[in-house]
């Protein structure tokens, strides 16, 4: 799954997205777990830049990583402006290479869920161990069975901007626990004429004990898992499922 033209329009749909949230997530858990010295982190799903710059920002060594090539060129350009040293390479989540020695990885923005294969999310958390220090961390979020099946299924989610505007409709597919977004787009020109734009998205989870196993498997302690950015476990009704695993 590639982002198309949707890349470039991507933060001014994401601007209430909660990355200060997912900032002080990395800083507290790297603090909390003994890892203050960390200083190398490998950002996956890094999409445009916007939390690695902001990881780079506060003094730590950041690589990026994504699948979009759209998203990649929005990253650099958004990393040069702030003055911040970032690598940012097109590569695979399942085929993570020409790295290693991590502190840190985080997958955030719910981007392991675009894996729509068992194997690929087993194959994904095997290549982030090997890529990590020894007691590295591994950080990320997933959506909840309870968003995919109840809030996703079958919804509609709209915007009039004047500036862009969106229809979101949410399909199930075949897959137990999994959404089809189709995203339909309405961007205004100079002209004063708007341009329509599409783009189709899939989505998969697991449930948490599913998870804990594939970690488990890969090598992984699991440490903490919670919800919603707070310190709580998952409840029946959570949303976003935060890991917290150790190699």
């Known amino acids: 799954m590639t982002y198309e033209s949707f890349a470039y329009w991507y933060d001014k749909l994401m601007n209430e997205a909660p990355y200060d949230a997912w900032q002080s997530f990395v800083q507290k858990k790297l603090k909390q777990y003994g890892r203050q010295g960390a ?12 939390l ?17 090539e759209n998203m990649l060129a929005i990253a650099q350009a958004k990393a040069e ?11 695979n989540m399942t085929e993570l290479e020409g790295f290693s020695s991590f502190d840190c990885v985080t997958i955030f923005c719910d981007s392991l869920n675009y894996l729509l294969e068992e194997s690929e999310v087993r194959q994904t958390f095997s290549r982030i161990y090997e890529l990590l220090k020894e007691d590295g961390l591994l950080l990320f979020d997933v959506h909840s069975t309870y968003k ?6 079958d ?3 709209t915007s009039n901007d004047e500036e862009i505007s969106y229809i979101w409709s949410c399909y199930p597919l075949s897959l137990p626990h999994s959404v089809e977004h189709e995203l339909t787009f309405f961007v205004r020109g100079d002209d004063g004429k708007y ?5 189709l998205h899939r989505q998969c989870t697991y449930e948490i004990d599913q998870y ?3 970690l488990t498997e890969a090598g992984f302690t699991v440490l903490e898992i919670t919800a919603d950015f707070t310190d709580e476990a998952p409840s029946e009704t959570s949303e976003r499922v935060f890991f917290v695993a150790k190699k």
């Open 148 to 153: 995919m099946d109840h809030i996703f299924q």
């Open 81 to 91: 402006a702030q003055q911040v040293n970032i690598e940012f390479f097109q590569q």
């Open 52 to 68: 690695a710059v902001r990881l780079a920002k506060e003094g730590f060594l950041v690589t990026g990583v994504d699948l979009s």
């Open 212 to 214: 804990k196993q594939w």
């Open 195 to 199: 341009e329509r734009h599409d783009e």
């Open 39 to 50: 200083k190398r982190i490998l950002d996956v799903g890094c999409g445009t830049g916007e």
């Open 155 to 157: 919804a509609i989610f």
